[in-house]
């Protein structure tokens, strides 16, 4: 009876032996857990690379290149264990869990103290993709017992392949924002500790020294959890070798990092690692920006403005000054940005509490995704565009450089209306400034390059542009306050020297970003930056 067909024809007793059996449920459960915790270990140090060393594209596909090639390293050197599968899979849960757990630790503080911070981020890759592609092989051999090889390696790669898209979900959606790089490594090197004790528990017949590793394994576990709670003090002592002065406030948003620090009456904004403003001298930087523009916006009584990025809320102090302004429509793409510069105390003291004036509208939202629905839906244009985004240091920061998106901007502005682009440093970007300047110029504008002298910045750089033919303007609007920009100086910003004339640069399209592979390799030329 036990041997009757079934309706498809396969004995019964065969169905029987291909289900699996309890322990290897628990088994194909671990398969889950060590594949997202392989993943997100991937994702950290793929994250963390982009953040230290910018360029976000290039610095994925490394990471993800030599992961992948470490993990067939491993896989390779499985067919090399031969005996104690299971206290050989123990180990090396416990060396993925102090390697790839603290991994986010090490490179947050290396960075701080190497002078690159390379070496050990393909170091640790390599070592954690290594152990990792041994983990599956490993499992695939302690799981086949008998089984057929076929449904064994059906029901563990799928196992792997849902972990994957568990990964692929929690770390963006709820690791990064709620845990940060730092605690999200060491929660996950936590699980791998804790299939480690599982696996000593489950088949403590099967593990040779089992109770040293035991011993190893609870080790292990109390490292990272300890780690766990004294995360944010590592952090903080991390931000204290990147900066030159006291971080009194950090901030890790789904975006970006936000740090600030101060050094008595200098108050610094960094984003992922990267001055913003100075408190001493941002005046001149966002006077220069904004009231070149403003004195050629049309002659309306009213004027609509639009900003995109500002989300500190210093471009906007100085637009409301000028009384023609009527609305003013903020875009910046992290709500925790515009948050903090809208309610922190001392920030809104100097922004002038701009957030407030019920002249302005914020949305959080892409930059050119906004633009984009703008335009379908016909809304009405803008007399003048400021676009205050950061460098241009990577590709989702590029795209709001291209030509695409300056033609897409045109279209938001009215026929006779005026925009001006931050537009990187002349003298330490000289071919990402002026690729900018010609990118307009092909997206079928006129445009026009000045710069203005920010001491924490050196030289930075400026174009306006319009679809119309324009020329430097003359005098400033009357009756605005402003400290260091005048009509006595503004002719000034129009000229540049000897030196930052024009180099042959290319247009910044979609489709190849020239304008970060400048950006790149004018900050690493010699003289540029010391």
Known sequence: MSDAPSPEGEPVAAIAASLPRRGDRLLLLSVLAVATAGLVYELVSATMASYLLGDSVTQWSLVIGVYLSAMGLGSYLSRGIERDLHGRFVAIQLGIAWVGGFSATLLFLGFAQLSTVRPLLFGLLTLVGTLVGLEIPLLLRILERGAVLKDVVARVLAFDYVGSLAASLLFPLVL??????????????????????????????DISAHGRRTAAA????????????????????????????PVVFSQRTPYQRLTLTRWHEDLR???????????????????ALVHPVLALAPARERLRVLVLGGGDGLALR????????????????DPAMTELFAH??????????????????????????????RRRNGEEPFDVAIVDLPDPNDFSLGKLYTHSFYRLLASQLTPDGVMVVQATSPYLA?????????????AGLSALPYHAHVPSFGDWGYVLAS?????????????????????????????FPADQQPPPVGVNHLNDQLLVHYYEADLQSPGRRG
């Open 344 to 373: 922190h105390p001392v920030l809104t003291a100097l922004n002038r509490h701009a957030f407030d004036d019920a002249r302005v509208t914020v949305a959080n939202a892409d930059a050119m995704h906004w633009l984009g629905e």
């Open 318 to 333: 100085e637009i409301l000054a000028d009384e023609r302004v009527a609305a003013v429509q903020l875009v910046d793409l």
């Open 218 to 245: 609870w080790l292990t576990a109390a490292a990272l959890a300890c780690g766990l709670v004294f995360a944010p003090a590592v952090e903080a002592i991390g931000e204290h070798e990147l900066y030159d002065a």
């Open 467 to 495: 679809t119309q033919a324009i020329a430097p303007p003359r005098r400033l609007q009357p009756g605005v306050p402003r400290r260091f920009l005048d009509d006595a100086s503004l002719p000034g910003l129009f000229v």
């Open 430 to 442: 000289p071919q990402a400034f002026w690729c900018i300047v010609r990118t307009l110029e092909a």
């Open 269 to 287: 904004l960094y984003i992922d690692g990267n001055l913003q403003f100075s408190s001493l001298d941002e005046y001149r930087y966002h006077e």
């Open 176 to 205: 990064l924002p709620r845990l940060g790089l730092v605690r999200t490594a060491m929660a996950l090197g936590l699980v791998n500790a804790v299939v480690a004790l599982w696996f000593l528990r489950s088949f403590a017949d």
